[in-house]
C-alpha cells in the first residue's frame, strides 16, 4: 500500500507534519518501538510507530531519524499521547532526512494502526504471493553459487521482460544481460544514483534518458565489513554497486518491488564473495608497504615483491616493472558530525578507478593490490616488462604504465556527483620503477605529485611525475624525499643493471655528460668504439625512458647525478 492510502482513512487519526513529496512510497510492514536505535529489527519499508519514549532531550532526535533514513523505512508516525504536538527537534531532523512523518491522534491506538496496514500489505499480497515466492527461489538456486549476477539478470529478463545491469559507482558495468550500456549512460546513471544517494532520496531512483525510463537500486554490501545501518553514508556511497533496470518502478506493485529487492540481495551475497577474494592482493600491498615506509633492506623487500608477482600477473616470465599510486578521500565536517574513517573508502574507490573503465565484470581487478594507511589508499600496481632492446635501431622504449591526466578521465563526473559539495578525491602517480631499490621513491613522488593534485581546484583531481619538473626540485620546499623519489627514478635502473651486468652505464653517463653529448670526444675518453658507446647510451634510455639527444633530458640526468 502506498502512504497515502493512510490519509485517506480518518479512522487512523493520522496528520501529515512533512514529507508530502514521498507519499507514493510503498509500505511493507508496520513496527512498534521506543527503542534508541531499532535498526536490527528493520528490513526496509515499515511504517515505524513510536510514542517518543527514546526521547530524553532535543539532541536525540537527529541519531534515530538518521537510523530509520539509513534502513530503508517507508515513514514515522509519532504520538502525541506522551508529549502533545510533536517536538520541532523531530520534524526538522525528519525534513533534513526526508523521512515522511506523521502525528498520531491520542485517541487513536497504535494497535489500530497496525491491524489496518497489515490487513491491507497482506490483502494486496496474497494474488501475487504464491509467484514471488517461486521467484526467490529460482533466483536463490540461480544466484551466486550458479553463475553469478549473469544468470540473475538473465532470469529477469527472461520472467518479468526486464533489461538490468549491475553497474560500480564509477559506471562500469559489473554484469548485464544482453547488450551493454554504452559507457557515456552508464556513467550518467551512476552519477544521477550517487547524487540521489547524497542527498537522502530513498531508492529506487528513477530518471528519463534518451528517452528510456529507468529504475536504480542500491546494491549494499551486506559482508563482515559492511557499515552499519546508522553509520554515515559516506562511508560506503563510493564502493556500493547499483542495480539499474530499463523500467519505471514507481507503478510497480509491492510484489515487483519485493522481487528487484531480492535480486539486489543476491547480488550483494556476490559482492561480498568477491571481496573477500580480494584479502590476499590486499594483505600483500600491505606488506610491501610496511617494508617500504620502515626503510627494510632491499633484498627483503624484493623477496617480497617475487612474492606478489604470480598473484597478480599469473604466468609472468620475467619480473614486473611497479608503479605506485596514492590517494586520498577527504569530507568537509561540520558541527556536530562525526569523523568519517576515509582510509577504507579510498581503497575501495581506488581498486574501482585502476580498472580500465571499459573492461566488463569484477574478476578485472583481480591485478589490483591496493593496501591503506590513515587516511591514504596506496596501490601497488604491477606492469610486465617489456624485452630491452638488443641494438641501438631499436630505440627508447616507450613509457610504462598509468598516466595521471588520463586515468580519472571518464569517471570524474560519476564521481563528483558522489562527493557533492563537501567532498575531494585526490590521486598522485609515480613514475614505473623496476626494483625494489626504486620503491620508497616512487612512494615518495606519489604522495608528492598527490599534494601538487590537492592544490588544484575541482572535486576529482590527479597529477603524476611527470609534473615534478626538475626545476621544482631546487625550490627549498620541496622535501627531501621527493629529491631522492627524483634521483633514484632516474639512477636506480641503472645501478641496477650495473650491479647485474657489470655494464658501467653509470660511468657512461656521466662521461657522455661532461662531453656534451660528443660520441666522438666521449668514446675516447673511455676507450670505447663509438658504437658501443652507442649501444650503452641506448641501454641507459630504454632504461630510463629518457632521450638524451634532449636538452630537458640531459639536465635532469645532470641533476640526478649530482645530487645522488
Same mark, same amino acid.
Given at each position: 500500500?502506498?502512504?497515502?492510502?493512510?490519509?485517506?482513512?480518518?479512522?487512523?487519526?493520522?496528520?501529515?507534519?512533512?514529507?508530502?513529496?514521498?507519499?507514493?512510497?510503498?509500505?511493507?510492514?508496520?513496527?512498534?518501538?521506543?527503542?534508541?536505535?531499532?535498526?536490527?529489527?528493520?528490513?526496509?519499508?515499515?511504517?515505524?510507530?513510536?510514542?517518543?519514549?527514546?526521547?530524553?532531550?532535543?539532541?536525540?532526535?537527529? /541519531?534515530?531519524?538518521?537510523?530509520?533514513?539509513?534502513?530503508?523505512?517507508?515513514?514515522?508516525? &509519532?504520538?502525541?499521547?506522551?508529549?502533545?504536538?510533536?517536538?520541532?527537534?523531530?520534524?526538522?531532523?525528519?525534513?533534513?532526512?526526508?523521512?515522511?512523518?506523521?502525528?498520531?491522534?491520542?485517541?487513536? &491506538?497504535?494497535?489500530?494502526?497496525?491491524?489496518?496496514?497489515?490487513?491491507?500489505?497482506?490483502?494486496?499480497?496474497?494474488?501475487?504471493?504464491?509467484?514471488?515466492?517461486?521467484?526467490?527461489?529460482?533466483?536463490?538456486?540461480?544466484?551466486?553459487?550458479?553463475?553469478?549476477?549473469?544468470?540473475?539478470?538473465?532470469?529477469?529478463?527472461?520472467?518479468?521482460?526486464?533489461?538490468?545491469? $549491475?553497474?560500480?559507482?564509477?559506471?562500469?558495468?559489473?554484469?548485464?544481460?544482453?547488450?551493454?550500456?554504452?559507457?557515456?549512460?552508464?556513467?550518467?546513471?551512476?552519477?544521477?544514483?550517487?547524487?540521489?544517494?547524497?542527498?537522502?532520496?530513498?531508492?529506487?531512483?528513477?530518471?528519463?534518458?534518451?528517452?528510456?525510463?529507468?529504475?536504480?537500486?542500491?546494491?549494499?554490501?551486506?559482508? #563482515?565489513?559492511?557499515?552499519?545501518?546508522?553509520?554515515? $553514508?559516506?562511508?560506503?556511497?563510493? %564502493?556500493?554497486?547499483?542495480?539499474?533496470?530499463?523500467?519505471?518502478?514507481?507503478?510497480?506493485?509491492?510484489?515487483?518491488?519485493?522481487?528487484?529487492?531480492?535480486?539486489?540481495?543476491?547480488?550483494?551475497?556476490?559482492?561480498? #564473495?568477491?571481496?573477500?577474494?580480494?584479502?590476499?592482493? #590486499?594483505?600483500?600491498?600491505?606488506?610491501?608497504?610496511?617494508?617500504?615506509?620502515?626503510?627494510?633492506?632491499?633484498?627483503?623487500?624484493?623477496?617480497?615483491?617475487?612474492?606478489?608477482?604470480?598473484?597478480?600477473?599469473?604466468?609472468?616470465?620475467?619480473? /614486473?616493472?611497479?608503479? $605506485?599510486?596514492?590517494?586520498?578521500?577527504?569530507?568537509?565536517?561540520?558541527?556536530?558530525?562525526?569523523?568519517?574513517?576515509?582510509?577504507?573508502?579510498?581503497?575501495?574507490?581506488?581498486?574501482?578507478?585502476?580498472?580500465? /573503465?571499459?573492461?566488463?565484470?569484477?574478476?578485472?581487478?583481480?591485478?589490483?593490490?591496493?593496501?591503506?594507511?590513515?587516511?591514504?589508499?596506496?596501490?601497488?600496481? /604491477?606492469?610486465?616488462?617489456?624485452?630491452?632492446?638488443?641494438?641501438?635501431?631499436?630505440?627508447?622504449?616507450?613509457?610504462?604504465?598509468?598516466?595521471?591526466?588520463?586515468?580519472?578521465?571518464?569517471?570524474?563526473?560519476?564521481?563528483?556527483?558522489?562527493?557533492?559539495?563537501?567532498?575531494?578525491?585526490?590521486?598522485?602517480?609515480?613514475?614505473?620503477?623496476? %626494483?625494489?631499490?626504486?620503491?620508497?621513491?616512487?612512494?615518495?613522488?606519489?604522495?608528492?605529485?598527490?599534494?601538487?593534485?590537492?592544490?588544484?581546484?575541482?572535486? $576529482?583531481?590527479?597529477?603524476?611525475?611527470?609534473?615534478?619538473?626538475?626545476?621544482?626540485?631546487?625550490?627549498?620546499?620541496?622535501?627531501?624525499?621527493?629529491?631522492?623519489?627524483?634521483?633514484?627514478?632516474?639512477?636506480?635502473?641503472?645501478?641496477?643493471?650495473?650491479?647485474?651486468?657489470?655494464?658501467?652505464?653509470?660511468?657512461?653517463?656521466?662521461?657522455?655528460?661532461?662531453?656534451?653529448?660528443?660520441?666522438?670526444?666521449?668514446?675516447?675518453?673511455?676507450?670505447?668504439?663509438?658504437?658501443?658507446?652507442?649501444?650503452?647510451?641506448?641501454?641507459?634510455?630504454?632504461?630510463?625512458?629518457?632521450?638524451?639527444?634532449?636538452?630537458?633530458?640531459?639536465?635532469?640526468?645532470?641533476? &640526478?647525478?649530482?645530487?645522488?
Amino acid at each position: 500500500m502506498r502512504l497515502r492510502a493512510l490519509l485517506e482513512n480518518d479512522a487512523l487519526g493520522l496528520r501529515l507534519l512533512g514529507g508530502e513529496d514521498e507519499l507514493d512510497r510503498t509500505v511493507r510492514g508496520v513496527m512498534t518501538t521506543d527503542l534508541k536505535d531499532p535498526s536490527r529489527y528493520l528490513s526496509g519499508g515499515e511504517l515505524v510507530l513510536t510514542g517518543l519514549a527514546w526521547r530524553a532531550e532535543p539532541a536525540d532526535a537527529e /541519531p534515530f531519524v538518521r537510523i530509520l533514513a539509513s534502513a530503508g523505512v517507508a515513514a514515522l508516525a &509519532a504520538g502525541e499521547a506522551e508529549l502533545g504536538d510533536i517536538p520541532d527537534d523531530l520534524v526538522e531532523a525528519c525534513l533534513r532526512h526526508r523521512l515522511p512523518l506523521f502525528a498520531v491522534n491520542e485517541s487513536v &491506538a497504535f494497535a489500530t494502526i497496525t491491524e489496518h496496514v497489515v490487513r491491507q500489505v497482506s490483502g494486496e499480497r496474497a494474488g501475487d504471493l504464491a509467484a514471488v515466492v517461486d521467484r526467490h527461489r529460482r533466483l536463490m538456486t540461480s544466484g551466486p553459487a550458479g553463475g553469478g549476477p549473469e544468470v540473475v539478470l538473465d532470469l529477469l529478463g527472461s520472467d518479468l521482460d526486464l533489461r538490468a545491469w $549491475v553497474l560500480s559507482p564509477t559506471g562500469r558495468q559489473i554484469a548485464g544481460a544482453g547488450e551493454p550500456l554504452e559507457a557515456g549512460l552508464a556513467a550518467t546513471l551512476a552519477g544521477e544514483h550517487l547524487a540521489a544517494t547524497r542527498t537522502g532520496r530513498r531508492g529506487p531512483h528513477r530518471l528519463n534518458l534518451a528517452g528510456s525510463t529507468y529504475s536504480l537500486f542500491p546494491i549494499r554490501n551486506t559482508g #563482515r565489513g559492511a557499515a552499519p545501518a546508522s553509520r554515515d $553514508v559516506r562511508e560506503t556511497v563510493l %564502493s556500493d554497486w547499483l542495480l539499474a533496470v530499463e523500467a519505471d518502478a514507481g507503478d510497480w506493485p509491492a510484489a515487483r518491488l519485493d522481487l528487484l529487492q531480492g535480486v539486489t540481495q543476491l547480488i550483494a551475497v556476490e559482492r561480498d #564473495r568477491r571481496d573477500a577474494a580480494r584479502t590476499v592482493r #590486499r594483505r600483500l600491498a600491505q606488506e610491501v608497504l610496511e617494508l617500504v615506509q620502515t626503510g627494510a633492506a632491499p633484498a627483503e623487500i624484493a623477496a617480497r615483491l617475487r612474492v606478489a608477482a604470480p598473484v597478480l600477473l599469473p604466468g609472468l616470465g620475467t619480473a /614486473p616493472h611497479w608503479q $605506485v599510486v596514492v590517494a586520498r578521500v577527504e569530507w568537509e565536517q561540520e558541527a556536530g558530525q562525526g569523523a568519517v574513517d576515509t582510509g577504507p573508502v579510498a581503497q575501495a574507490l581506488l581498486e574501482e578507478v585502476l580498472v580500465d /573503465p571499459a573492461t566488463v565484470g569484477a574478476e578485472s581487478a583481480d591485478r589490483i593490490a591496493v593496501a591503506h594507511s590513515g587516511d591514504e589508499a596506496i596501490a601497488l600496481v /604491477p606492469l610486465a616488462a617489456g624485452p630491452l632492446p638488443d641494438s641501438e635501431d631499436e630505440g627508447p622504449a616507450p613509457a610504462l604504465g598509468l598516466h595521471a591526466d588520463a586515468l580519472l578521465a571518464s569517471v570524474r563526473a560519476p564521481l563528483s556527483s558522489g562527493l557533492a559539495d563537501d567532498g575531494r578525491l585526490t590521486l598522485g602517480v609515480s613514475a614505473a620503477v623496476h %626494483s625494489a631499490e626504486g620503491l620508497r621513491g616512487a612512494l615518495e613522488e606519489a604522495r608528492h605529485a598527490r599534494r601538487v593534485a590537492a592544490a588544484r581546484p575541482g572535486r $576529482v583531481c590527479a597529477a603524476g611525475h611527470h609534473e615534478l619538473a626538475s626545476h621544482v626540485l631546487l625550490l627549498p620546499f620541496v622535501p627531501d624525499d621527493v629529491r631522492r623519489a627524483f634521483t633514484a627514478r632516474l639512477l636506480d635502473p641503472l645501478r641496477d643493471y650495473d650491479r647485474r651486468h657489470r655494464a658501467e652505464l653509470i660511468p657512461t653517463l656521466e662521461a657522455f655528460l661532461d662531453c656534451d653529448g660528443s660520441w666522438t670526444r666521449c668514446a675516447t675518453r673511455l676507450h670505447l668504439h663509438v658504437n658501443t658507446l652507442r649501444y650503452r647510451v641506448g641501454r641507459i634510455e630504454q632504461l630510463t625512458g629518457r632521450d638524451l639527444s634532449r636538452l630537458e633530458d640531459k639536465l635532469d640526468f645532470f641533476l &640526478a647525478l649530482r645530487m645522488s
